[in-house]
């Protein structure tokens, strides 16, 4: 029944767990790099013991966390700095792909030490598509999560916003984003960017001591995704999510749905976080390759292919009541003259 | 749909109408309060539309005087480093430089020399009618603090401190100053 390219290595069905775990660790580092910071700061201080007794508590489990890798902390740590908007990942320099356009828009100059370290992150977006969006990004972990609180209070009989607006307008944020840059003299995406949000905000309440500005708008942003539309931010607003997807309009990775094995239950469009149509092979340039869908799939019809273009709409899948139907009027017709 | 769309339209306008407010804004409140910028960072403008606002300077600074501005300062500094120099003062580490991916601020040799000609937070002024010193009571304090002691600020008579045309302004010496208010303060070059 099944084509040869549906069976594909034995953990397909859990990529999307492997998805959490990738989610879960890069949201783990983001807190850990703040505490990191503390440390190296406590042991520049040559002061131990002057530390409060919850300073030394981060002290003495930053340096049984860390001992084992490092000799001299104070400048070794360095190697493992920042966010995901930009930051040293054990000493290689990455930055976010909207960082630079941002910073190409407010200073209309290109400072290429800073280009090349946004190189590496371009790449993989152009192979993989929107793949940040879904696996690394630290505020997608906060926003999923609001989702399963959304189908948690949906359970209870609240009510949660399910209300679908046109996905176009992110691609008016990222633009009018970028024509603010130069006329405020600043790079104005940063401040509406909800992953540069959180590194940020982990950052500030974690070394100085409290949230700042940025949080009041990821907090409105949850609310939004709760009480307006799921998913709300990324689907139609976020400027990061615009970019990624015109920079993988032609990515080489797209998961495609096997016309012979679906069977139409439509669980791929229930669970698609960004509102997609697997089930009529809508994927478009803004799948995110999360793998959601792929782990649902009863059938095992969804599969990656290494192709630069989505298929066109195939019809009803095989499996299902829709086409079986016409398959066998089909058939009843060949017999009866 | 019509409504979606008009909804569409109202928000573009209400975003395109304070658009100029939020310039004014940041024009206007600029030089509201008495900050430094992180060491060998360029002029205001230049620094604003290079610096991602990624706080990478703050998480390398070792002496934690990096600290960050809400909206304070205006819409155009939010999440711009900035330095208290009485709260927490440069030590003149170049570390910020070094982890500054877009070169917002440049990196520096961490030689006398090289911060000497590239680093201009700011100049320190002495207040001689609260410094001890100037009142017959020797201090010396921010003299002793001072990284760049004898080129930057020199000690005469009863330990008065002069301040030369060296100073980079890294608030060491304000940091350090026993009087309230402090008698000796670094003057901002950013702007």
């Known amino acids: 029944m099944s084509s040869p390219d549906s069976k594909p290595f034995f953990l397909w069905r859990h990529l999307n767990k492997l998805r959490w775990l990738s989610l879960s660790i890069v949201f783990l580092m983001l807190i850990l790099i703040p505490f990191l910071h503390l440390y190296q700061t406590y042991i520049a201080a040559h002061a131990y013991d002057l530390l ?182 990324c689907r139609y607003l976020c400027p990061g999510g615009a970019l990624y997807s015109l920079l993988g309009k032609f990515r080489l990775l797209r998961i495609q749905r096997v016309v012979e094995d679906c069977n139409d239950c439509a669980k791929c469009n229930a669970v698609c976080e960004f509102g997609l149509d697997p089930l009529r092979d809508g994927f478009g340039m803004e799948c995110n390759n999360c793998t959601a869908c792929i782990a649902v799939c009863p059938t095992d019809a969804l599969v990656f292919k290494v192709t630069p273009k989505d298929q066109p709409d195939r019809g009803p899948g095989h499996l299902g009541r829709q086409y079986r139907r016409a398959h066998n009027e089909n058939a009843e017709d060949e017999h009866e003259p | 749909m019509k409504r979606r769309a008009f909804l569409g339209y109202a928000v573009a306008g209400t975003a395109a109408s304070l658009l100029p407010l939020a310039t004014a804004d940041a024009a206007i409140q600029q030089g509201g309060q008495r900050y430094l910028r992180p060491p060998g960072a360029p002029k205001e403008d230049e620094f604003l539309d290079h610096c991602i606002r990624c706080g990478l300077c703050g998480q390398a600074c070792p002496n934690r005087a990096i600290k960050f501005f809400g909206m304070e300062n205006g819409t155009a500094s939010l999440d711009t480093p900035y330095i208290t120099p009485r709260e927490q003062a440069c030590i003149l580490c170049m570390k910020c430089g070094d982890v500054c991916p877009t070169g917002a601020i440049p990196k520096i040799p961490r030689t006398a020399e090289d911060v000497m000609a590239k680093v201009d937070m700011g100049q320190a002024r002495v207040d001689e009618t609260l410094c001890l010193s100037y009142q017959g009571k020797t201090c010396g304090v921010c003299y002793r603090a001072c990284p760049l002691q004898d080129i930057a600020l020199r000690v005469g008579m009863l330990e008065q401190p002069h301040v030369s045309e060296a100073c980079v302004g890294c608030g060491l010496c304000e940091r350090s100053c026993i009087q309230i208010p402090q008698a000796i303060r670094i003057i901002p070059h950013h702007s």
């Open chain 1, 52 to 233: 409060y007794p919850s300073e030394k508590v981060i002290y003495d489990s930053m340096e049984t966390l860390t001992a084992p890798f490092i000799s001299d902390p104070e400048n070794d740590l360095d190697l493992l700095k920042g966010t995901t908007w930009s930051g040293r990942l054990f000493g290689l320099d990455l930055s976010d792909p909207l960082a630079l356009a941002g910073q190409i828009a407010a200073s209309g100059k290109l400072l290429w030490p800073f280009v090349l370290t946004a190189l590496i992150p371009i790449g993989l977006t152009l192979l993989l598509g929107r793949f940040f969006c879904g696996w690394i990004c630290p505020a997608s972990f906060l926003y999923e999560l609001n989702t399963t609180l959304g189908a948690w209070l949906r359970n209870i009989g609240l009510h949660t916003g399910q209300r679908r607006m046109s996905r176009k307008f992110k691609y008016l944020v990222l633009f009018v984003g970028l024509l603010l840059s130069p006329l405020l003299g600043s790079v104005a995406v940063a401040a509406i960017y909800p992953p540069a949000i959180v590194g940020r905000e982990i950052y500030y309440a974690i070394a100085l001591g409290g949230f700042g500005v940025g949080a009041v708008f990821f907090a409105a942003t949850l609310l939004f995704d709760l009480l307006v539309a799921r998913r709300g931010f």
